[in-house]
């Protein structure tokens, strides 16, 4: 691709209808399983995320965080209390908000372009405008020259690239990341969290990110 192309790609309309990323969380309560199964995986919590901000979420395993991601997100539903993106309740998974997990989750039997691709495949465009955003997206997180690569050939560091790629392609208000550095080397987690606070600027998207180490929150987190 030319980078004209690139540029010109970069400038179109976000395939989402665009929000500011507010997260209003209040009275949070998750619990699974009934009777003796039961677990309180939350106790009520309250947490309000402010535009653009990036937002650490540290705590010992097993504390909650995974399960506060998944609540945010969609995927786990709640059993008490409300979570609101941009004022609207959530009530399962919506493209305005972008994920990236530990294991990267990337399709094995995709390239990196087919798996940035695969997230904009229900939005009516093009297959040529699919291929010239995914290749602006994967530029943007410096991997443009392994497009073609699949997962199999490509680092961790890599692979997370593509899943931050694939989160900000459909310029979501809200990224949230679960451990995304737990896989990765001291060295490669600083550059990828440089990389993902750096496309939440420029995307002007809020994250809520679990971390396992302090250090790595003050050093890449608002909060
Ligand atoms: P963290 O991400 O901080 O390690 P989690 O959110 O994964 O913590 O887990 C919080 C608590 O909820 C733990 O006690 C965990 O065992 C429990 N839990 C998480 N998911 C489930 C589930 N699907 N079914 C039952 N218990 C769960």
Same mark, same amino acid.
């Given at each position: ?6 540029? *010109?790609?970069?400038?179109? *309309? ?14 949070? $309560?998750?619990?699974?399983? @009934?009777?003796?199964?039961? $677990? ?9 995320? *402010? ?10 395993? &097993? ?9 945010? !997100? &969609? ?29 990267f !989750? ?12 695969? !997230? ?6 093009? @297959? #040529?405008?699919?291929?010239?955003? +995914?290749?602006? +997206? ?10 073609? @690569? ?7 560091g890599?692979k997370q690239r593509?899943a ?12 949230? !990341?679960?451990?995304p ?6 060295? $490669?987690?600083?550059?990828i ?5 750096? +496309?939440?600027?420029?995307?002007? +998207? ?10 790595? #929150? $003050?050093?890449? #987190?608002?909060?």
């Open positions: 691709m030319q980078p004209a192309e690139a540029t *010109e790609i970069s400038t179109v *309309e976000p395939v989402t209808k665009p929000g500011s990323g507010r997260v209003r969380i209040a009275g949070l $309560t998750v619990e699974f399983g @009934k009777g003796e199964d039961r $677990t309180i995986a939350l106790a009520p919590t309250d947490l309000t995320l *402010e535009p653009g901000t990036f937002t650490a979420l540290i705590g010992p395993s &097993g504390c909650g965080k995974s399960t506060l991601l998944n609540v945010v !997100a &969609g995927f786990t539903p709640l059993t008490e209390g409300s979570v609101r993106v941009d004022g609207r309740a959530v009530t399962g998974p919506h493209p305005s908000v972008g994920v990236i997990f530990q294991n !989750a990337l399709f094995p039997w995709f390239t990196a372009r087919g798996n940035v691709e695969f !997230a904009l495949k229900r939005f009516g465009l093009s @297959k #040529a405008e699919r291929r010239a955003r +995914a290749m602006d +997206a994967l530029g943007e997180v410096g991997l443009a020259e392994h497009a073609r @690569k699949y997962p199999g050939q490509l680092s961790g890599m593509v931050i790629a694939r989160a900000f392609i459909l310029e979501p208000d809200l990224v949230l !990341a679960d451990e550095v737990a896989s990765l080397d001291p060295q $490669t987690s600083r550059v969290l440089g990389l993902l606070r750096s +496309a939440s600027q420029q995307h002007g +998207a809020t994250v809520l990110c679990s971390l396992h180490q302090v250090e790595l #929150a $003050t050093d890449f #987190a608002d909060r």
